[in-house]
């Protein structure tokens, strides 16, 4: 199962040449998910029917093989082992239904043969790879396992040996490219496909790849003898010895045969006579770890990865396939192809199948192949169904060559009490974990769709991001959606998760109070607070906002305030959505709403302009947080919106105060029809004078009209105000012109495309077409001077239906609505 000996070796069918007493030896050396390789070794037992069938792999797993036999077993799957006392030092050891692996476990538990995994343990992989660490400082998540023995390319056999459970120390060549170029062929893959993975079953000798593959490997290792010293050899020295022992002892005990199915550059260490004590020396002494095992969910797509928990098999699609079908792999395959490019709706006929299939033969014929290979079947796909285009071809590699398979395990298998709770919460819910990214719509009236969000919320918060909120279609605050991919990785995350407790609620709610307890700023414990809401975490929330009541009175920096107020009273909403208490957050989001009234103005004093946009940004939200919390007076604290609206008339009064927070203010309050538009547009007028510096009245037109904030729909609409910035623009200094005109194209340049047309058009008028326009009407195509209360009261049905057809309702109570 190391995915460093991915290139097949040689075996023998008969007695082992090693010298050792007992059963014969039958050594089949292969490639990792290999389906040449899985034929031959499933041919291979089924000829020597030996006693004991021995895997490259953990000897802790073996007390999971017997799950392999589930019904509920589906591969691709993997065994995962983590260190006890730090789940997150773990490793995987990946294996597909085409793996020689599976194939050889599968086989002796279905010939109630016994099967034992005979690689170095993973309590000395998992510590050794602690103690590297250590060394070098450079911890890597990334390392772990099998899985880094399987980051390795599908034509590679010598990275990554090291160990399971260490990346790759050193690369010194690929065995199958010496192979290949050896055998007169320049892609190392593509000789390897056409030698094992298009061998069809019975073709000769069952051994006789095997026998082959093990001299061509045993030459290889001639090359590369004195190579001590080095980790990678070193190491592999290691595990080979402890192979040998596990070998010796087998065939010991199973007069019948041993067959050993193992990566192939280490068959002809197996076969190499050593001495018992010398075995028995290396072995000795490695540190160790304790270690828990058990079996997880794969993916193709985890399969295909190069990198990480990967094994760099780029089609694994495709290899599933033709371990699958081994009749007329390629017209089945070309059928698969047409039928998905069929429901992504192009026209896909039998006859294009037929054409794919003629030329798929064709191209293997004329590059000397025996059998169309993926990239024969690829270029037919390409010109043939895809009419030469690479966009549905991408399509096919993604769903098929690929694909989103994701494999199941029993519910027996072994898992920490928390997977369990989060396997049950799941059932229960009806929220299967899949390998394809899909978007779940939560509706929060729904009891179900409550508690999936619960559960995704509390997920987060335990950093298994199974789920990742989206920008919903639906303004409501009852409604959310999700964006959901499951990753292998994911388990280990839950088993990290599980020292926090032993059910997603417990673990959820420890982490919380822990992580309130070491958050460096106001703003993360407001954002914790908000999450504990939409998780429901009612036991974390108490010592949660004890905290932020703490926090909050002992910060002064205004702009902390600011940043955190819009978190909390987020919360109060979504504290409504879902039926929780949240009086003590209304106090605290009404004290902060306080403190900010009195500090913001004094803070907008003598910024630069960095912090003047800064502060812009939290004048922003404060408003829109001060309109959530409603005009209801809060205990203690009064009226809350009046008292930043007198916030805001200073803010927007003050000479000290940057030019875009006057000007935002400015537009705040004529937004919320505290301000008239006569007074606005007298307060532009005296701005932008000649009096006012260039790029303080630039500033103050950007805080005015830019920003996101509807700004020129507002001059679309109000000529007086575009007269005035046109005006001024075009008596602005040309030496203060170039200073200003960047200020002013960032202003103008967030306008919708229709919005900048609409007020080039006004512009390119001039001013006493302008005026002559808004004198019969608003100078805008579609829009009259006055209302049409005929064509407002065309939505009063509409309005009805919405508040539920009260039959109450007449035209008459609706028409302030319409109007």
Known sequence: MAGTDRAGSGGSGGPGGTGEPGGRLSLLGVRHHGPGSARAVRAALEAARPGVVLVEGPPEADALIPLAADEDMRPPVALLAHAVDEPGRSAFWPLAEFSPEWVAVRWALEHGVPARFIDLPAAHTLAWRAADEATTGQADEERTGQADEETTGPGDGREGRDVPGAASLDVRGDPLAVLASAAGHDDPERWWEDVIEHRGPGEGDVFAPFTALEEAMTALRETEEGGEGDAVHDRDLVREAYMRLQVRAARREFAEGVAVVCGAWHVPALRRRAAVAADRALVKGLPRTKVDMTWVPWTHRRLARAGGYGAGIESPGWYGHLFAEVDRPVERWLTR??????????????????????????????????????????????????????????????????????????????????????????????????AAERELELDLRKETDTGRSRLLHRLRLLGVGWGEPTASRSTGTFRETWRLWWEPELSVRVAEAGVWGTTVLAAATARAEADAVTARGLAEVTALAERCLLAELPDALTPVMRILADRAALDTDVGHLAEALPALVRSLRYGDVRGTDTGALAEVAAGLAERVFVGLPAACAALDADAAEEMRRHVDSVHTAVGLLGDAPAPGHGDLRSRWRTVLRTLSARDAVPGVVRGRAVRLLLDDGE?????????????????????????????????????????????????????????????????????????????????????????????????????????????????????????????????????????????????
């Open 675 to 819: 301000l008239a538009p006569d007074e606005a547009a007298r307060i532009m007028g005296l701005v932008l004078s000649p009096g006012t510096a260039p790029a303080d009245a630039a500033a103050w037109i950007e805080g005015f009209v830019g920003g996101g904030s509807g700004g020129g729909m507002l001059l679309l609409h109000d000529e007086r105000l575009l007269a005035l910035i046109d005006a001024w623009l075009t008596g602005v200094p040309a030496d203060a012109f170039t200073d200003v005109l960047p200020l002013l194209r960032r202003t103008f340049s967030a306008y919708e495309p229709g919005v900048r047309r609409g007020v080039g058009e006004l512009v390119r008028r001039g001013p006493e077409a302008r005026g002559s326009v808004t004198t019969a009407g608003s100078g805008i195509p579609g829009f009259a001077a006055g209302l049409d209360t005929v064509r407002a009261d065309a939505v009063l049905p509409v309005i009805r239906l919405l508040l539920g057809g009260d039959p109450a309702l007449d035209d008459d109570d609706l028409v302030g609505v319409g109007t």
């Open 337 to 434: 192809v047409a039928g998905l490019l069929r429901e992504e709706g192009r026209t896909v006929s039998p006859a294009h199948v037929i054409e794919a299939a003629r030329l798929a033969g064709m191209l293997a014929a004329i590059r000397g192949r025996p059998l169309p290979g993926l990239s024969e079947t690829t270029d037919a796909v390409r010109a043939v169904l895809c009419d030469g285009s690479d966009v549905p071809l991408a399509l096919v590699h993604d769903r098929l060559v690929v694909g989103d398979v994701l494999g199941e395990v029993p519910a027996g298998a072994p898992a920490v009490p928390l997977q369990r709770d989060l396997t049950r919460t799941q059932r229960r819910l009806r929220l299967k974990p899949e």
